[in-house]
Nanobody, 121 residues
């Protein structure tokens, strides 16, 4: 069982940056690939990026590639999402998840409650 709690969301102007954190409980955090997803109002939850167990491999959606960076600190049971050059279309609730990895939401067993990111133009 893994419990996930996101933090770091907020309101930022276009072009700005935010760093989201996702703190995990339990001793098995390092055994899970982690993913970040987002959901805008009226839209389906979409893949943002994923990171391997060790943190050595990352993968991103085309819409955020080059602007967002995922990292993790297994000693702190935390995964991060650094978001730079934010755009209004990045506005969404952001979720972290633990599971098998990849872009498919069905491959993730554990989800956080989400944190709101709002980018003003």
């Amino acid at each position: 069982q893994v419990q996930l709690v996101e933090s770091g969301g907020g309101l930022v102007q276009a072009g700005g940056s935010l760093r989201l954190s996702c703190a995990a409980s339990g001793r098995t955090f390092s055994s899970y690939p982690m993913g970040w997803f987002r959901q805008a109002p009226g839209k389906e939850r979409e893949f943002v990026g994923t990171i391997s167990r060790s943190g050595g491999i990352t993968s991103y959606a085309d819409s955020v590639k080059g602007r967002f960076t995922i990292s993790r600190d297994n000693a702190k049971n935390t995964v991060y999402l650094q978001m730079n050059s934010l755009k209004p279309e990045d506005t969404a609730v952001y979720y972290c998840a633990a599971g098998l990895g990849g872009w498919d939401t069905s491959k993730y067993d554990y989800w956080g409650q989400g944190t709101q990111v709002t980018v003003s133009s």
